[in-house]
């Protein structure tokens, strides 16, 4: 194995290789439109484009493309080749200045909510200089935003931008409060956990709903999944440990900061953990992560899943966001240091976090709204659909004594101490950790632990971005105009800590009782997709995304649009693959088996008069029942679907979708995982979950 410290960032054009290649003006130019959030001077452009080429040539690549991330959930690139003719027949390689900066590709063909009509082809991918440009298979790859014509959004990564913007600008006013003038900069750093699961490829092959849909859409229990809790953390497995391995070195190449990597909870189930970055580098490099996890599984013979649930009864995948706030300086403003209660700063910025969660829990919910991801949320593997906020015992006692105005007395760090000397001491966390919070404090940082395992990590960021950024807005406009700042402050605080407190949850998520309490509190539970996207809808939040230039109204629009069809289409694909499976492959299966046992009964009946056939008739019975009932929610699937409407509101739509065709689904997923466990293994046409979860 490659060391880490010989190959990173060696496919990546970063600060090193600007630095050596560009000249000092113009690296200059660059790096404070990076750090500074200056506008590019156009005049570099071109300079920059012809180091990059050359750097890019002398790697292995013969072609560029701007690299984007439309809303289809993956990325996508259009190649170009550097070849340029020259008149005496020959070829020189040119990459101009214009070509790094702007591209253009067809805006219609990706989802637009309306923004691009069929006939409106035209849209635009812009440079992104603040993430770096990188190798992957031979092409250079460049960062880009993705826009109309008109000049709306079209992917993750514009209002990623521009959310950050608006953090930002409030944050430096909320600061210069403080005396902190030498800070210019304020940047959301997100470290993205991401968990997925390995399958045997030739398995895999076998099973048309994974192919399909991501997921099993039929699959009885097996004998053992995760009862004994013997994989999370266990020994892994050679085969895994090798793509592991391999993983890790494309990761490093890439200069992205592959961490941590472990067996989780389910069978055939893993993690990867990465070193937190800036959040919109946080974001490439998800999205370049689930890229290469699948072409390096594929090397293995295995098949990287990365559905929120690809199998029934046993966990989910997620994906846990750890979000914090650092300023150019190094500061990070969520880190309460040694005495939280004495640190009014952190006080105000941890307000803020929990005044934008509460008054923007709906937002937050929509962020992680999804197919996949409903069928993981609630479940007791994942947060709860209900959004509240873990902040420990510490932190709930400071932020209980500023509410009650009662003093506090700090406990201090304890030692740990296991009752074995030769065990060394250690100190204690403050806290404990809380698996089911959707949104809890881990020391220095919140873990928004809500998202599924497929999703970019830009849309929950962009409503965290924008949630934080108002509520800043908000304290600076009040603190700005004080007459005395410390008790305006103070008065704050305690205000924004007393409204919001019913937002912050520290006990069991899974409990029902909680559901209850949440009501009480007026807490939403949003328990689906089809329940959570019309909040986007709602005037306070449409408002809030123009206040700050998040989104425009109409661009908020689109986006509820591509959200809802997307619902719609997913449940549709689901539905077609179990109608082609249970028709093909299921039924036939079934009644073959049937007439195996048939005719062993009438065998044994004919050499054997008068012995009993009680076994035989009791399956059979079993099979036939559970045919029927197939055969019924078959047809009544076939008719739902036909009857589907196909015009009129999405939002009718989409819970015909869930009302209708998911639920016979769910119907028909019964009769099939019960002729599951009744047909002979040797009739059944397709891997079951004991060879899924076992082959790799």
Known sequence: MANPCEIFGEAVFNDASMRERLPADTYQALKRTIEQGRSLDPAIAGIVANAMKDWAVEHGATHYTHWFQPMTG??????????TPEPDGSIILEFSGKALVR????????????????????????WDPTSYAFIKDGTLCIPTAFCSYGGEALDQKTPLLRSMEALNRQALRVLALFGNTDVTR???????????FLVDKATYRKRPDLIHTGRTLFGAKPPKGQELDDHYFGVIKPRVQQFMNELNQELWKLGILCKTEHNEAAPCQHEMVPIYTTVNISADHNQLAMDIMKKVADRYGMVCL??????????????????????NTGINLLDPGDTPR?????????????????????????????????????????PPAIISIFLGDELNQIIESIVNERAYASPGRTQMRLGVHVLPKFPKDSTDRNRTSPFAFTGNKFEFRSLGSSASISAPNVMLNTAIAESLRIYADELENAPDFTSALNALIRRVLSKHIRIIFNGNGYDEAWVKEAQKRGLLNLKNTVEALPYYLLEKNISLFETHKVFSRQEVLSRFEIHMENYIKVIDIEALCMLDMAR?????????????????????????????LETETSLLNAITSQMDALSKHLNTLDNALAKQPHEGPVLERAQYARDVIFATMQKLREAGDALETLVGAEHWPMPTYQELLTNV
Do not use: W
């Open 74 to 83: 993956v990325t996508a690139e259009k190649h170009e080749s550097f070849v």
């Open 103 to 126: 591209g253009e590709p067809d805006a219609s063909s990706f989802p637009s909510g309306g923004l691009r009509a069929t006939f409106e082809a035209r849209g635009y991918t812009t």
């Open 186 to 196: 304020v940047l959301p750093t997100v470290g993205a956990e991401q968990e997925y």
């Open 306 to 327: 990365l559905h929120e649930k690809p199998f029934g009864r046993v966990n989910g995948s997620g994906k846990h966001n750890n979000y914090a706030l650092c300023t």
């Open 342 to 382: 004495e640190n009014a700063q952190f006080l105000l910025f941890l307000s803020a976090v929990i005044q934008a969660v509460d008054d923007y829990q709906d937002l937050l919910r929509i962020a992680v709204a999804s197919p996949g991801n409903d069928h993981r949320l609630g479940g007791y593997e994942a």
């Open 584 to 612: 093909r492959m299921i039924l036939p299966a079934a009644i073959a088996y049937s007439k195996e046992v048939s005719r062993e009964a009438l065998l044994k009946k004919e050499l054997l008069p008068g012995i009993s």
